[in-house]
């Protein structure tokens, strides 16, 4: 798959999804425009800015979420990433992503967007950057277990009201939306 076709699927989720947040409505509209503008918006390479695609994880129980520890940004962050050739869509790309640094096989995918966020940051080439981030909704099964990845210091599972302090906002509101779309356990 070649980052065109990765390109038209990420056109096709946004132009489906439909947030009912309006400041959310106003990213997929920046984000459609963006992706009409740049035929190489999926590509770590795009300086000015490019799609990512994230996945918080919940658990089977629908009780904690997994965040990893990043090594470059040092603080607690969901999973996901950079979108690779291999990609077919935005949903590989997320799935593909908490795979690798959850080493969790197990993982279930909805495949429409949860949350947008655009933040800067500073690639691995040193170039700053915008994350145009597509952020998804995953279930691990019932009695996944993690493995710490080389992409991460750490991975721990964190209650929905019991989260590190030094997440950004963009990422609480985040989980709050997983919490609120996550299976309830059964009472």
């Known amino acids: 798959m070649s980052f065109g076709s990765l390109h038209s699927s990420a056109i096709d989720v946004l132009e489906t999804w439909r947030p009912d947040d309006p400041s959310q ?16 918006a999926m590509e770590r390479a795009c300086a000015p800015g490019h799609l ?20 470059r940004i040092g ?17 590989d790309a997320a799935l593909r992503e ?10 279930d995918i909805d495949p429409a967007p949860l949350q947008l966020d ?7 080439g040193g170039v700053p950057t915008r994350h145009l ?11 996944a ?9 750490d991975l721990r599972w964190f209650g ?3 989260l590190p302090g030094e997440l950004d906002e963009s990422t609480r509101a985040l989980i709050a939306l997983a919490g609120e779309a996550a299976p309830q356990p059964a009472k």
């Open 98 to 107: 908490a795979r690798e640094e959850s080493g969790i096989d197990e993982l």
């Open 160 to 162: 929905f009201a019991e």
């Open 133 to 143: 981030d597509v952020r998804f909704l995953v279930r691990a099964a019932a009695g």
């Open 118 to 124: 655009v933040h800067p940051l500073t690639c691995s």
């Open 25 to 40: 409505e106003s990213l997929r509209q920046s984000y459609l425009a963006y992706l009409a503008a740049r035929t190489d």
């Open 145 to 153: 277990t993690e493995r710490i990845s080389d992409e991460s210091l």
């Open 52 to 71: 990512t695609a994230s996945a918080v994880v919940v658990d089977a129980e629908g009780e904690r979420t997994l965040l990893t520890l990043h090594p």
């Open 75 to 91: 603080r607690w962050v969901q999973l996901g990433g950079h979108c690779e050739p291999g990609d077919e869509t935005l949903v």
